[in-house]
């Protein structure tokens, strides 16, 4: 269907090539859209306008940087013609970055854990449970807008450490101190949230 | 030795590249001493099947056109 055209792809990108990028691109706009049919038709037409204009394209090395960079097109179109609001966060907004200080909420002064994980009883059991869900998304939601950002693109996306530099400005070091600042904060959310909570339901049953 | 605000560094560092045999080996004898940070070893590599697994439930349409 999509690329199966009748023109011949001679040129240097292949169908099969822009295909192995597809997972990702839908990933990508099914953060921002939040809803299969349109990331779908979103990516569909990314794809369609990248082999149409692999001409315009040069070096292999950032192609899904480059096929990212279509996307962002289609999914501003997308916007641009819908009446809805727009309440899906935009990625390309958010800019704002909160104080150095956090991290030292996690330790004291001389490194040492305040407070620290504690051991989590059989985790994966959550996956099965809704509930899990809605508060890990809560969780999620919580992260500081621009470490929000880095942290989906890397593990909801599935984007490189430096693809997801390039499409955030980060530097390298920045980056570092971003995910790690984000595993720790949804660390202790879940914590909280979800894993103590159900220790103590497991508790009151016992008793 | 190392302090568990720099080990727990290095670790989320190791999910994203690969760590030096050096730094892999810092982890190891650390985590093997303490706890709350084999905790967070554990744990991040949870949060890292938890993000897929919340990404994969936002489009389990029935007509599934994309594999994750």
């Given amino acids: 269907m999509l690329l199966s055209a009748e023109v011949n792809t001679s040129d240097q990108l292949s169908e099969a090539l822009l295909a192995e990028h597809r997972p990702v691109l839908f990933r990508f706009a099914l953060l921002q859209l939040r809803d299969n049919e349109l990331a779908d038709d979103a990516v569909q037409e990314t794809l369609l306008a990248a082999w149409q204009s ?18 962002k097109h289609k999914i501003a179109d997308h916007w641009r013609r819908s009446t809805r609001d727009i309440v899906t966060s935009d990625f390309d907004q958010i800019d704002s970055d909160e104080s150095d200080a956090d991290v030292d909420e996690f330790f004291m002064s001389n490194g040492h854990w305040n407070g620290g994980p504690t051991t989590w009883n059989d985790p994966e059991a959550a996956f099965k449970q809704q509930e899990f869900w809605a508060i890990y998304e809560t969780c999620q939601n919580n992260l500081p807008p621009k470490m929000a950002k880095v942290f989906m693109l890397r593990e909801l996306v599935g984007l490189e450490a430096e693809e997801v530099c390039r499409e955030t400005g980060l530097s390298d070091a920045n980056y570092w101190v971003t995910m ?8 202790e959310c879940l914590e909280i949230r979800w894993f103590n909570q159900s220790n103590i339901k497991k508790e009151n049953r016992h008793a | 030795m190392r302090s568990c605000r720099d080990i727990t560094a290095l670790v989320s560092k190791g999910l ?40 994969a439930n936002l489009h389990h349409d029935p007509d599934k056109k994309t594999e994750i």
């Fill in chain 2, 16 to 55: 994203d590249k690969k760590l030096s045999l050096g730094e892999r080996l810092a982890i190891g004898l650390h985590v093997m001493m303490c706890s709350r940070c084999r905790n967070f070893q554990s744990q991040t590599r949870f949060i890292r099947r938890a993000a897929k697994g919340y990404i």
């Fill in chain 1, 180 to 187: 790690h600042r984000a595993r720790l904060r949804l660390r």
């Fill in chain 1, 54 to 71: 692999s001409a315009n394209f040069a070096g292999k090395a950032g192609l899904r940087t480059w096929l990212i960079g279509i996307l």
